[in-house]
């Protein structure tokens, strides 16, 4: 081989070198990627697709265990209308958006009068309570209520300690059954020094000298700063099945949306 030819196969060698490396610099990228809990692969510490092992917020569906159904109820608001309410206890470490769930409605010979379709933001670790305000039974009267999750699976996901320890404390409660209308007042206190807490639902059970469920409300609290204290009222519009002797307040704080 002549020096010419040799030097012209070098260049073509470097040539070539310099291609393939700028190709391999461009792929690497996509061939080599860091495991993410976005790739459709299940990858890294995943325990699987996209969820699960240390490195994902969700969880896998199989990790999940469904919240508990403690008891469901219906009690009368006025003679056609009932608030539902279901006491349920979320034993993950997780919290979930929107999980499906179901109410249905049944008189005392078991036929069928309403159901209520919705969603539900559950915080981690707890028990909370799922209320349904404003269902018609037109005129039959409900005896027997039923509460179910959907089988349709929901995403949850882990969330940092601070936010698990996101609370509203309740003070100044009181309950006044004297006049016409029951009514029940407190008032709710952010103690976060920096966290702005925006829609939580409280729900206000009120119970029997047995502890059995007597009526259930709701409200919701717009927005709580950092520190920032507000009134919250509940009122049934008649009189009440049973003396109360106590009452709960259950908040629901959405974690999903602080400030």
């Keep these: 081989m002549t020096w010419a030819l040799r030097r012209r196969l070098i260049i073509v060698l470097i040539i070539i070198a310099v291609i393939g490396g700028a190709v391999f610099y461009s792929l690497t990228p996509t061939i080599f990627r860091a495991p993410s809990c976005t790739d459709g692969i299940k990858n890294g510490t995943e325990t699987g697709i996209d969820c699960g092992g240390t490195m994902c917020a969700n969880l896998c569906v199989a990790e999940v265990k469904v919240p508990t159904v403690l008891w469901a109820r219906s009690f009368p608001v006025t003679d056609n209308v009932y608030n539902a309410i279901a006491y349920v206890e979320n034993k993950n470490n997780a919290a979930t958006r929107a999980i499906p769930y179901e109410f249905r409605l049944y008189d ?16 981690p670790l707890g028990r909370y309570a799922i209320v349904e305000t404003g269902i018609q039974s037109g005129s039959a009267t409900v005896a027997r209520t039923t509460f179910e999750f959907s089988n349709t699976p929901a995403v949850w996901e882990r969330v ?18 004297t006049g016409l209308v029951p009514r029940l007042t407190a008032t709710v206190t952010n103690p976060s020094p920096t966290a702005r807490l925006n829609n939580t639902v409280i729900a206000a059970i009120l119970y029997d000298a047995n502890d059995n469920a007597v009526n259930v409300s709701k409200t919701v609290v717009p927005a709580l700063l950092h520190g920032e204290s507000a009134p919250i009222f509940f009122t049934w519009p008649r009189a009440l099945a049973a003396p109360v002797v106590r009452y709960e307040l259950v908040p629901i704080i959405d974690i999903f949306h602080t400030e």
């Design 160 to 177: 940092s300690k601070d936010i698990q320890d996101l609370k509203v404390m309740t003070s100044k409660s009181n309950l006044d059954t």
């Design 108 to 123: 005392a010979n078991s036929i069928f009068i309403a159901r209520v379709d919705g969603t539900a933001l559950i915080p």
